[in-house]
Protein backbone atom coordinates (compact mmCIF):
# COMPACT_ATOMS: atom_id res chain seq x y z
CA UNK A 1 0.00 0.00 0.00
CA UNK A 2 2.51 2.28 1.07
CA UNK A 3 4.80 1.08 -2.02
CA UNK A 4 1.97 1.89 -4.70
CA UNK A 5 1.16 4.86 -3.25
CA UNK A 6 5.17 6.69 -3.58
CA UNK A 7 4.67 4.51 -6.88
CA UNK A 8 1.57 6.56 -7.67
CA UNK A 9 2.94 10.00 -5.96
CA UNK A 10 6.12 10.00 -8.31
CA UNK A 11 4.08 9.45 -11.07
CA UNK A 12 2.10 12.34 -10.37
CA UNK A 13 5.24 14.30 -9.81
CA UNK A 14 6.91 13.30 -13.04
CA UNK A 15 3.33 14.31 -15.19
CA UNK A 16 3.18 17.20 -13.21
CA UNK A 17 6.72 18.59 -14.10
CA UNK A 18 6.21 17.34 -17.47
CA UNK A 19 3.13 19.64 -18.45
CA UNK A 20 4.88 22.51 -16.92
CA UNK A 21 6.50 25.21 -19.36
CA UNK A 22 9.28 26.81 -16.47
CA UNK A 23 9.26 30.13 -17.02
CA UNK A 24 6.48 30.32 -19.37
CA UNK A 25 3.16 31.12 -16.27
CA UNK A 26 3.06 34.56 -15.67
CA UNK A 27 1.81 34.85 -12.34
CA UNK A 28 -1.19 37.19 -12.39
CA UNK A 29 -1.53 38.49 -8.75
CA UNK A 30 -5.20 39.16 -7.63
CA UNK A 31 -6.55 36.62 -10.13
CA UNK A 32 -7.86 33.25 -8.99
CA UNK A 33 -5.96 30.51 -9.60
CA UNK A 34 -7.98 27.42 -9.05
CA UNK A 35 -6.81 23.55 -9.35
CA UNK A 36 -9.15 21.08 -9.39
CA UNK A 37 -8.98 17.30 -8.30
CA UNK A 38 -11.63 14.98 -10.01
CA UNK A 39 -10.74 11.60 -8.53
CA UNK A 40 -13.54 9.05 -8.58
CA UNK A 41 -12.33 5.99 -6.12
CA UNK A 42 -15.79 4.36 -6.31
CA UNK A 43 -13.05 0.74 -6.44
CA UNK A 44 -10.92 -0.55 -4.85
CA UNK A 45 -8.47 2.03 -4.60
CA UNK A 46 -10.82 3.87 -2.59
CA UNK A 47 -8.24 4.11 0.49
CA UNK A 48 -5.74 4.81 -2.07
CA UNK A 49 -7.44 7.57 -3.83
CA UNK A 50 -8.92 8.99 -0.38
CA UNK A 51 -4.95 8.96 1.35
CA UNK A 52 -3.99 10.81 -1.73
CA UNK A 53 -6.99 13.75 -1.22
CA UNK A 54 -5.88 13.72 2.26
CA UNK A 55 -2.04 14.55 1.85
CA UNK A 56 -2.69 16.86 -0.87
CA UNK A 57 -5.23 18.82 1.47
CA UNK A 58 -2.35 17.99 3.81
CA UNK A 59 0.68 19.71 1.77
CA UNK A 60 -1.76 22.25 -0.05
CA UNK A 61 0.65 25.75 0.21
CA UNK A 62 -1.08 28.57 -1.61
CA UNK A 63 1.33 31.68 -2.58
CA UNK A 64 -1.95 33.89 -1.87
CA UNK A 65 -5.76 33.66 -0.73
CA UNK A 66 -6.62 33.60 -4.70
CA UNK A 67 -4.98 29.97 -5.01
CA UNK A 68 -7.94 27.41 -4.15
CA UNK A 69 -8.05 23.53 -4.24
CA UNK A 70 -11.14 22.35 -5.18
CA UNK A 71 -11.80 18.65 -5.14
CA UNK A 72 -14.65 15.65 -6.22
CA UNK A 73 -14.30 12.93 -4.49
CA UNK A 74 -16.32 9.94 -5.35
CA UNK A 75 -14.96 7.04 -2.99
CA UNK A 76 -16.88 4.43 -0.92
CA UNK A 77 -18.72 4.70 2.63
CA UNK A 78 -16.74 2.16 3.96
CA UNK A 79 -13.96 0.59 2.53
CA UNK A 80 -14.56 -1.55 -0.35
CA UNK A 81 -18.32 -2.09 0.59
CA UNK A 82 -19.85 -1.33 -3.03
CA UNK A 83 -23.57 -2.40 -1.72
CA UNK A 84 -23.67 1.04 0.32
CA UNK A 85 -24.42 4.43 -1.87
CA UNK A 86 -22.51 7.66 -1.26
CA UNK A 87 -22.99 11.11 -1.92
CA UNK A 88 -19.87 12.68 -4.14
CA UNK A 89 -18.91 16.13 -2.88
CA UNK A 90 -17.32 19.57 -3.93
CA UNK A 91 -14.67 20.44 -1.55
CA UNK A 92 -12.63 23.62 -1.63
CA UNK A 93 -9.72 23.94 0.27
CA UNK A 94 -8.22 27.33 0.47
CA UNK A 95 -6.35 30.39 3.12
CA UNK A 96 -8.43 31.56 5.40
CA UNK A 97 -8.35 35.32 6.33
CA UNK A 98 -6.36 34.54 9.39
CA UNK A 99 -3.95 32.74 7.32
CA UNK A 100 -5.10 28.41 8.07
CA UNK A 101 -6.09 26.28 5.72
CA UNK A 102 -9.79 26.00 5.58
CA UNK A 103 -12.09 23.40 4.18
CA UNK A 104 -15.04 24.00 2.81
CA UNK A 105 -17.99 21.69 1.48
CA UNK A 106 -19.26 23.31 -1.70
CA UNK A 107 -22.18 20.71 -2.87
CA UNK A 108 -23.05 17.25 -1.96
CA UNK A 109 -24.70 15.13 -5.05
CA UNK A 110 -26.87 12.73 -5.15
CA UNK A 111 -25.99 9.06 -4.09
CA UNK A 112 -26.96 7.38 -7.83
CA UNK A 113 -24.90 10.19 -9.31
CA UNK A 114 -22.36 8.25 -12.12
CA UNK A 115 -18.95 10.11 -10.93
CA UNK A 116 -17.45 8.91 -14.99
CA UNK A 117 -20.43 9.64 -17.07
CA UNK A 118 -19.70 12.71 -18.81
CA UNK A 119 -22.75 14.73 -17.73
CA UNK A 120 -21.50 14.25 -13.98
CA UNK A 121 -17.88 15.90 -14.99
CA UNK A 122 -19.72 18.67 -17.26
CA UNK A 123 -21.92 19.59 -14.51
CA UNK A 124 -18.90 19.21 -11.68
CA UNK A 125 -17.18 21.61 -13.85
CA UNK A 126 -19.79 24.06 -14.80
CA UNK A 127 -20.40 23.86 -11.17
CA UNK A 128 -17.16 24.97 -10.37
CA UNK A 129 -16.84 27.67 -13.01
CA UNK A 130 -20.14 29.49 -11.21
CA UNK A 131 -18.65 29.55 -8.19
CA UNK A 132 -15.34 31.02 -8.92
CA UNK A 133 -15.82 32.65 -12.59
CA UNK A 134 -13.13 34.29 -14.51
CA UNK A 135 -10.05 32.19 -12.82
CA UNK A 136 -6.96 30.37 -14.24
CA UNK A 137 -7.97 26.73 -13.74
CA UNK A 138 -5.78 23.33 -13.83
CA UNK A 139 -6.89 19.94 -13.64
CA UNK A 140 -6.09 16.14 -12.29
CA UNK A 141 -7.83 13.50 -13.22
CA UNK A 142 -7.64 10.22 -10.64
CA UNK A 143 -9.42 6.81 -10.84
CA UNK A 144 -8.82 3.18 -11.46
CA UNK A 145 -10.28 1.07 -13.75
CA UNK A 146 -9.88 -2.43 -15.88
CA UNK A 147 -9.55 -0.29 -19.44
CA UNK A 148 -11.50 -1.42 -22.03
CA UNK A 149 -13.34 -4.57 -20.93
CA UNK A 150 -16.26 -6.24 -23.07
CA UNK A 151 -19.37 -6.62 -20.99
CA UNK A 152 -19.06 -9.14 -18.27
CA UNK A 153 -15.80 -9.95 -18.81
CA UNK A 154 -13.99 -9.04 -15.39
CA UNK A 155 -17.03 -12.31 -14.37
CA UNK A 156 -15.41 -14.72 -16.42
CA UNK A 157 -12.20 -13.82 -17.98
CA UNK A 158 -11.37 -17.39 -18.97
CA UNK A 159 -14.78 -17.29 -21.19
CA UNK A 160 -14.20 -14.81 -23.23
CA UNK A 161 -14.22 -15.98 -27.01
CA UNK A 162 -12.59 -12.59 -29.01
CA UNK A 163 -14.04 -14.50 -31.85
CA UNK A 164 -17.13 -13.84 -31.15
CA UNK A 165 -17.30 -10.70 -29.96
CA UNK A 166 -19.16 -8.48 -32.77
CA UNK A 167 -17.33 -5.18 -31.17
CA UNK A 168 -14.30 -6.44 -32.83
CA UNK A 169 -15.27 -7.72 -36.20
Keep these: SHI ?7 IITGCC ?5 FGGYDYEAGRKNI ?10 LDYDLSQDIDDAIENFRPLSPMDILVIFDHT ?26 AKDTLKVYPETTISASPETMRQVLDDIRSIHPDADYGILFSSHSTGW ?21
Aim: aromatic content about 10%; hydrophobic content about 30%.
Design 17 to 21: LMACT
Design 76 to 101: TAKYRNYTIPSSPTLTQVRLSPKGRI
Design 149 to 169: APQDYCNAPGEYDPEADPDLG
Design 4 to 10: LRNILAL
Design 35 to 44: FIIYSIGYNN
